[in-house]
T-cell receptor, first 114, second 112 residues
Framework: DAGITQSPRHKVTETGTPVTLRCHQT?????MYWYRQDPGHGLRLIHY???????DKGEVSDGYSVSRSKTEDFLLTLESATSSQTSVYFC?????????????FGSGTRLTVV | KNQVEQSPQSLIILEGKNCTLQ??????????LRWYKQDTGRGPVSLTI???SENTKSNGRYTATLDADTKQSSLHITASQLSDSASYIC???????????WGAGTKLIIKP
């Protein structure tokens, strides 16, 4: 998707190992979000950022941490991956919080924890 | 509890036919409602957004309606094309904190 890239696109990892997913944007948007998507569920917010070094928890933040040292990069880390964290992870960016600002999503990272 | 429920879960129609997808929500306070299209292996892409005062909005062959009194929305697709095969997700934003409440989506398959 234009202006936002996620890496890697696919990853298989073992239980107990740390994993870092990267989201990179070229839009200079202030707000960045990490979601996970699981079958039968709507997207669920993990963490979000409202500026460099400014982050906050979402509804399913346990087991995850984030960092944002630059405007363009938002990293999601699974400190010790578990099978319940097998999911598709989406990053999104947004210019502002006005309700009419749209969200732009990346293409996702499919993570499998074995 | 703030929830968004979509129906049907999945739908198969023939190319060229019309269809309507439903979204019921119990989110309060309501700010706006969005419909997204998500192709397989891709992130969601916005189709429409409607605020409390809007009851219909179109985007090409897609027309969304909103009834804020009954807390229902629908997405009507006209003259379906094979490229319309995707999941369609209804998302409601809360007025108090801009939190998004996502529906689980309707998977639409268009057959030639």
């Amino acid at each position: 998707d234009a202006g936002i890239t996620q890496s890697p696109r696919h990853k298989v990892t073992e239980t107990g190992t740390p994993v870092t997913l990267r989201c990179h944007q070229t839009e200079n948007h202030r707000y960045m979000y990490w979601y996970r998507q699981d079958p039968g569920h709507g997207l669920r917010l993990i963490h979000y950022s409202y500026g460099v070094k400014d982050t906050d928890k979402g509804e399913v933040s346990d087991g995850y941490s984030v960092s944002r040292s630059k405007t363009e990069d938002f990293l999601l880390t699974l400190e010790s991956a578990t099978s319940s964290q097998t999911s598709v992870y989406f990053c999104a960016i947004r210019a502002g919080t006005s309700p009419l600002y749209g969200y732009t999503f990346g293409s996702g990272t499919r993570l499998t924890v074995v | 509890k703030n929830q968004v429920e979509q129906s049907p879960q999945s739908l198969i129609i023939l190319e060229g036919k019309n269809c309507t997808l439903q979204c019921n929500y119990t989110v309060s306070p309501f700010s706006n409602l969005r419909w997204y299209k998500q192709d397989t292996g891709r992130g969601p892409v916005s189709l429409t957004i409607m605020t409390f005062s809007e009851n219909t909005k179109s985007n090409g062959r897609y027309t969304a309606t909103l009834d804020a009194d009954t807390k229902q929305s629908s997405l009507h697709i006209t003259a379906s094309q094979l490229s319309d095969s995707a999941s369609y997700i209804c998302v409601v934003s809360m007025d108090s904190n801009y939190q998004l409440i996502w529906g689980a989506g309707t998977k639409l398959i268009i057959k030639p």
